[in-house]
């Protein structure tokens, strides 16, 4: 072995241990910026200030369970609403999905999720009892909500400032929106949060925490 062959092999074992390192190294700080970022997002978001944008109205509808829910149940609640239907070909799914997806952070709250069928013909109370089933809503703490047309659609459209119609590019499908709202305990509502959007949940959640910061349970 010649001189320059010996001190070539410990500079090349060098440059492998230190391409390994490398590689080891570049997962963790791509997990490490990932979660700086994310905490920078809920930072900046915690310090978005929250708008009102009027009241829900009285209403009275009825539930998964075939009981009368509404105003009266949700008095005193921060909760998040979305229009949805149990047949819906087009967004419903993802949106039902989404709302799945806020019980785990929103679980230590008292914060309500209501979901309200556009197709009140179909979703009898039954049929929504087995929609929630599949989502595994938690009882008590997500509703699914079914009544008369008239009465879902007024509110939709006045209570809520959200568009909803009969029919839209199929007959007897109807078109809805695709934003959640949050309300706070006094009955206004505070953001509007379209739910398929990549970063929506982000958004909400730390709108709600906010608001459970400004309005906390009464005890």
């Known amino acids: 072995m010649t001189t320059a062959t010996a001190v070539q092999r410990p500079q090349q074992s060098a440059k492998s241990i230190a391409w390994y390192v490398a590689l080891l190294l570049i997962p963790v700080l791509?997990?490490?910026?990932?979660f700086w970022l994310r905490n920078a997002q809920m930072e900046r978001n915690s310090r978005r200030v929250i708008g009102s944008y009027g009241t829900v109205p009285a209403f009275q509808l009825t539930n998964q369970d075939g009981q009368p829910f509404g105003?009266?149940?949700?008095?005193?609640?921060?909760?998040i609403v979305d229009f949805i239907f149990s047949t819906c070909p087009g967004p419903c799914p993802m949106i039902s999905s989404?709302?799945?997806?806020?019980?785990?952070?929103?679980?230590?709250?008292d914060v309500?999720?209501?979901s309200v069928?556009?197709?009140p013909e179909k979703d009898t109370p039954e049929v929504l009892k087995g929609y929630a089933d599949k989502l595994e809503a938690q009882p008590g703490r997500w509703d699914f909500l079914t009544g008369p047309k008239a009465t879902i659609?007024?509110?939709?459209r006045s209570g809520f400032k959200l568009p909803v119609s009969e029919d839209g590019d199929q007959p007897g499908v109807p078109v809805h929106t695709t934003r959640a709202v949050l309300v706070d305990r006094r009955g206004a509502i505070r953001g509007y949060y379209d739910v398929l959007a990549p970063d929506t949940l982000t958004k909400l959640v730390a709108d709600t925490h906010q608001l459970l910061r400004e309005q906390p349970a009464a005890k």
Do not use: C, H
């Not at 799945?100 to 230590?108: G, R, S, T, Y």
């Open 30 to 34: 791509t997990a490490a910026f990932l």
């Open 98 to 109: 989404r709302m799945a997806d806020l019980q785990k952070p929103l679980e230590k709250s």
């Open 117 to 119: 069928t556009v197709d």
């Open 71 to 79: 105003t009266e149940q949700l008095n005193g609640k921060i909760w």
């Open 153 to 156: 659609y007024d509110l939709s």
């Open 112 to 114: 309500r999720l209501v």
